[in-house]
């Protein structure tokens, strides 16, 4: 018997044909509805033909003992938005089916780690990822983040909370009045996105003064905040030019 941790990628036609094979194997099928939104409980029970339930971060983080158990049984998949191994719960999990000697397979799925590409920026030039909480007031690690990876020459990736359930997102301009309340420099250059990876992507770059206005049609949206940049990156990035 075997847990199948399955990343299903950004959007519906993401998911592979290794997770749908394997999908076909499964007792049990549940769909983490936190971390990230794109691909629906009802496509993927239309695509697979079985029943899905949707679980909130409170069965993954609490409950995951039952998952662990059903696998000592059958075969049980988790499917996941974007990779399965992004988030820490999930890797938690990982690490609790290994101790309790629970067989495991991993398939991995597009991430916003990689789809921040697009943008023309290397990868290979990204430091620290941080990211901005709803209430973010009295929070200061985003923001030093950021300047560390400045002072680096590197750039940053800056994920926005999200509560899919309650329909609520963290937009992009949010973000940006957060970190110049911070006291990051309103004249530094940013890049604002929304769905990356997607078909419905939209990309901004331009000062953070003249992004701050600019709205994003989809969610979820982020912010990076470019180092040093190569001149090949810059000419690229150039493209979304606000």
């Not at 988790?78 to 690490?95: K, N, P, R, V």
């Not at 420099?185 to 003249?210: Q, R, Y």
Request: charged share 30%; net charge positive.
């Amino acid at each position: 018997m075997t847990l199948f941790l399955i990343g299903i990628g950004l959007e519906e036609e993401d998911i592979s044909l290794k997770a749908i094979t394997s999908l076909k194997l499964c007792k049990k099928i549940y769909l983490e509805s936190y971390t990230s939104t794109g691909v629906s409980k009802e496509y993927l029970e239309k695509l697979l033909k079985k029943s899905i339930e949707s679980k909130d971060r409170e069965f993954f983080e609490n409950e995951s003992k039952k998952i662990i158990l059903k696998a000592k049984k059958e075969n049980i998949a988790l499917l996941i938005q974007g990779d399965c191994l992004s988030a820490t719960t999930h890797i938690s999990i990982l690490q609790e089916a290994i101790e309790n000697k629970v067989k495991t397979e991993i398939i991995h799925g597009i991430s916003i780690f990689t789809a921040i590409s697009e943008t023309g920026l290397s990868l290979y030039n990204f430091g620290k990822t941080t990211s901005i909480p709803f209430n973010n007031k009295n929070i200061k690690t985003p923001y030093e983040v950021v300047k560390s990876n400045l002072e680096k020459e590197m750039h940053t990736l800056i994920l926005l909370d999200l509560n899919p359930k309650e329909n609520k997102f963290l937009t992009a301009n949010e973000g940006l009045k957060y970190l110049i309340s911070q006291n990051l420099d309103e004249n530094k250059e940013a890049v604002i996105c929304s769905k990356l990876g997607t078909s419905k992507k939209e990309i901004k770059k331009g000062k953070i003064k003249d992004l701050i206005n600019t709205k994003l049609k989809y969610f979820p949206q982020c912010i990076i905040i470019p180092g040093k940049m190569h001149f090949v990156e810059e000419e690229f990035l150039n493209k979304w030019k606000n």
